[in-house]
C-alpha cells in the first residue's frame, strides 16, 4: 500500500491538479466512483487508480471493472487520496486517465460553438446539458478554460465522457466548415430584437456562446445567419452562459417535439 506524499507517482499524479501539469503530461484527473463508473461505461482508457481498501470493500464490481481497464493499480492510503483528490471529501478513487482530443467531424442535427469560456463549472454544466439535450457535439476555442479541468470533469456529473468535443483551433473556420454542410448558425447577443424562440430551431442547427463578460467575437457573430437574445426583465444584465445555454436547447426539443 502506497501511504507516503513523497511517493514519485504520487508526486506525479499531483502535478494534474494545475493546467501545466495536465499539459505537460497530456493526462487529467478523474475523481470520485460516479465518475470513474461513466468513464468504465464509456470505455475511457485508464492509466494509473488509486484507491482505498475501504472503497475497494464498498465497490467490489466496479473495483473488478477499473482493475481490468487500468493499466497500473494502487491500493493507497486515505491520506494518499486526500492528496490527490481536488475536492474537500474524496470518497475513496481517483484515476489518471489520457487526453483525447476530437477530430473536427459533421454535425448533422444540432451543436454548439463556445468561444473563450472562462469558467469551469459554467463549461461543465454545459456539457451536462448538452448530452441531456442529445446535440451531436461541441466546439470549444483553444483559449477557453482547460477541457480538462478536474472541476469541468466534476460539474459534467459524468457526462463529460458522453459527448463529442473539439478544442478547436480556428472556430472561424469550423464555423464555415459547418455551414457548409448546411447547418444556420445561431449567435446569442444581448442586443438583437430577435427571441431565440422565433427562429425555426427544427433545422440542423449550430449555436454559438460567448465569454461571460465579453461575449461573443465579432467575426463569429459575421458568420452568424442569425443573431438572437433572450429577453430579460428591466434591470437584469445578463444570464448566466450555462443557464442560457439550457434554454436555447430545450427550446430545440420543444420545437422538435412539435
Known sequence: MLTSLQNPLVKQSRQLHQSKGRREKQLFLVEGTHLLEEACRKDYPLITVFYTPKWQEKNKSLCELVCQKAQRIELVSDRIIQSLATTVNPDGIVATAPQREGKFWQITTLGIVLDKIQDPGNLGTIIRTAVATNIDGLFLSRDSVDLYHPKVVRASAGAWFNLDKVISENLENDILQ???????????????????????????????????????????????????????????????VAISTAIILYEVQRQRQI
Open 178 to 240: 459547418l455551414k457548409a454542410q448546411g447547418l444556420q448558425v445561431l449567435a446569442t447577443v444581448p442586443n438583437s430584437n430577435i427571441n431565440y424562440w422565433d427562429i425555426d430551431l427544427r433545422k440542423p442547427t449550430l449555436i454559438v456562446l460567448g465569454n461571460e463578460g465579453s461575449g461573443i467575437s465579432k467575426d463569429l457573430i459575421n458568420l452568424a445567419d442569425y443573431s438572437v437574445n433572450i429577453p430579460l426583465s428591466n434591470g437584469v444584465e445578463s444570464l448566466n
